[in-house]
């Protein structure tokens, strides 16, 4: 048969074939199954109260007291009817829903805490508001990522720009007597760090993940050596910074729940809020955020209408930095009144983690910071009331919950289009 004989009733429109993710239906039933080891092989005894109270709240909260076993096997049950739901929406070619993930985290953390803490106590408010805090640093380095990213850079040296911050806050605090000094000096560090980066990514094109670990090494290599050879022969001039102490605010603190976790902590959580709010802000609801985002999807067509992509690129890269280095200034203002070597243990590499799992949305990468804080204070707390889950599982805990939150559950996520390419002016 000819072309020209052909009818258009012949032709056939190319079909689309839905693109099905079974990550979340497959991570959903190994975390059931693990889960339910734990009440059918090390069944345990007593009850587990959830301490909801604080001391000066308007009117108390009472204690909510669940059956270890009871419980487990409870959610064990609501885990395998999730896991299911998520297998049908997948062979349905539908996406698993956020509240979907959101019931089955929560059904999976009461029944574990259920399990874990069984004849003891576990301090609700200690353990989310610890979480918060935590989550701090990590929240400012997500955010860090999320800017820089945004515009076409990709941020690797977050970890350099968080272990930077840190150590400039301890000596600028320490040398002026007052902390406001080590928010400013933390600042600039990580602008310093994130200037370091720009230069060779964004002006002489080199690659920006091996310009990034670089700046990761070089930065823990130089701040270990200054360390050993500055700061502890002087710890007492270099290395005692004032910090910032909780500051309780009227009203608010005292509201049951969630007064004392979101309200009673230090100048720099409080910072947080504003600065993720203003992120949010400006990155949707601006033209400074508008050309932002277009650089980083399609910085040609942004430089065809009079965007200059290099010092858009520049700008929100130095921003960048400098919100990473309050997340910094965090571990000696606010943790621990000195600078340690290496004392950010890998929190940026949890923080860029974080702007995958919230895909580049600062709202979101907030969450998945506060998700990974939780799972560190966890493995304190439980270790506190003396929980059988072994020390070094918990240990493992955080990075237990990146990898599968990262892989697993992140679902479909795309970064901008030109993210980590450099651009050369046509």
């Known amino acids: 048969m000819s072309v020209a004989s052909t009818t258009p009733a012949q032709i056939e429109a190319p079909r689309t074939v839905a693109v099905v993710s079974w990550k979340a239906p497959i991570i959903f039933g190994i975390f059931t199954v693990l889960f339910a080891l734990l009440p059918l092989f090390a069944s345990r005894e ?7 109270a604080s001391g000066d709240a308007f009117f108390t909260v009472p204690d909510i007291v669940l059956p270890s076993t009871a419980t487990a096997w409870i959610s064990v049950v609501l885990l395998a009817a999730a896991t299911a739901f998520a297998v049908f929406l997948a062979n349905a070619r539908r996406r698993t ?9 929560a059904a999976l953390l009461i029944g574990f805490l259920a399990w874990a803490a069984a004849g003891a106590t576990l301090p609700m408010v200690g353990l989310l508001g610890g979480a918060l805090a935590l989550a701090t640093p990590l929240i400012f380095g997500a955010l860090g990522g ?75 290599g130089l701040t270990t050596f200054l360390f050993r050879q500055v700061l502890a022969p002087n710890t007492e001039t270099l290395n005692s910074p004032d910090t910032f102490t909780a500051v309780p605010i009227p009203f608010l603190s005292e509201i049951p729940v969630i007064g004392p976790i979101l309200f009673r902590q230090s100048f720099i959580v409080y910072l947080m809020y504003f600065v993720v709010a203003l992120v949010w802000f400006g990155l949707y609801r601006t033209r400074w955020g508008l050309r932002l985002r277009a650089v980083g999807e399609h910085p040609q067509a942004a430089d065809t209408v009079g965007i200059k992509v290099l010092a858009t690129r520049y700008r929100a890269i130095l921003l960048a930095g400098a919100v990473a280095g309050l997340g910094g200034a965090f571990y000696t203002l606010v943790a621990v009144p000195r600078f ?52 070094q599982f918990m240990l493992m805990l955080p990075y237990v919950v990146t990898i ?10 795309r970064a901008p289009a030109a993210d980590g390419e450099p651009y050369i002016k046509s």
Do not use: C, H
């Not at 910071?369 to 939780?374: D, E, S, T, V, Y």
């Open 146 to 220: 999320v800017i820089g990213e945004r515009a076409g850079v990709v941020n690797i040296a977050i970890e350099a720009q968080l272990l930077a911050g840190a150590f400039s806050a301890a000596i600028a605090a320490s040398a002026a007597g007052t902390p406001w000094a080590g928010l400013v000096a933390a600042m600039g560090a990580g602008m310093l760090v994130a200037l370091v980066l720009g230069v060779f990514t964004i002006t002489y094109f080199v690659d920006q993940v091996i310009v990034g670990v670089v700046l990761n090494v070089l930065v823990i």
């Open 97 to 105: 829903p956020l509240w979907l993930v959101v019931v089955y985290v």
């Open 340 to 391: 340690n070597q290496e004392m950010t243990a890998g929190a940026g590499f949890i923080a860029l983690a974080a702007v995958i799992f919230g895909k580049w949305d600062p709202i979101k990468a907030t969450l998945a910071a506060l998700l990974f804080g939780f799972a560190t204070n966890l493995q304190g707390v439980l270790s506190v009331i003396g929980s059988p889950v072994p020390s």
């Open 46 to 52: 007593g009850a587990t109260t959830f301490r909801l």
């Open 404 to 413: 599968f939150a990262v892989a697993g559950l992140v679902g479909k996520s």
